[in-house]
């Protein structure tokens, strides 16, 4: 597996994704770190029991904490944001979410630098797909964090998609049998049904 993963990470390389990644886990976004819950370190606050969350947003200059809950962490490759409470004077506190939906892309960034699990893989997968796609087009970037855009893109662009990712089915494949790598991995990262459109 270790042949696929230093693939996967070489192309995030090349797009100049992997310095969006903390050191310790997380995806740097402007002075902020958005963290995976399995992640996320916050001592003595025992009120965020009472919010279930999938992300944890940390100003990184303030400490200022966001809890965020998606409906589909584990299912989708974008995950819709439902829910977001913030940490008020030692409270949690709701806070209204904009009409327009908001989606996570690139969701191995929010997990531990080191995991290798399938969910960070697959997601891997997917970023060097859908931004081979998109290349380097900084107002679509920009806009693909909105749901409706995003779905609109992804229809609009299916068959670049899918080309895309047969393309890196052969060469992952190819990795595989030329490293005597576990295959199973190949049925891990390209289920039977093919791209999926979420």
């Known amino acids: 597996m270790k042949c696929v993963d230093t693939y996967l990470d070489t192309q995030l390389n090349k797009m100049r994704l992997l310095q969006l990644r ?10 902020y770190r958005y963290m995976h819950a399995s992640i996320a370190s916050i001592n003595d606050l025992i009120c965020i ?14 400490n200022e904490l966001t809890f965020l ?20 004077e030692g409270s949690i506190q709701e806070q ?20 290798n699990s399938h969910l960070v893989r697959a997601s891997k997968l997917r970023t060097i797909v859908t931004r081979t796609v998109i290349g380097k ?15 609109k893109w992804l229809q ?20 595989v049998m030329k490293n005597n790598c576990n295959g199973d991995i190949l049925h891990d990262l390209f289920p ?7």
């Open 192 to 198: 039977s049904k093919g791209y999926i459109l979420d």
């Open 137 to 151: 087009n900084k107002m679509l970037s920009s806009r693909i964090g909105w749901l409706d855009y995003w779905d």
């Open 49 to 62: 029991q009472k919010f279930e969350y999938d992300v944890v947003k940390m100003h990184i200059k303030t």
């Open 96 to 115: 209204t979410l904009q009409k327009a939906r908001r989606v996570f892309h690139h969701k191995w960034l929010f997990h531990n630098p080191f995991d």
């Open 156 to 175: 609009s662009n299916e068959k670049l998609l899918i080309v895309e990712e047969a393309r890196q089915k052969k060469i992952i494949t190819d990795i």
């Open 69 to 88: 809950k998606c409906d589909d962490w584990l299912v989708k490759d974008e995950p819709i944001i439902i829910r977001s409470a913030k940490l008020i």
């Open 22 to 31: 903390h050191k310790c886990g997380g995806k740097m976004m402007g002075n």
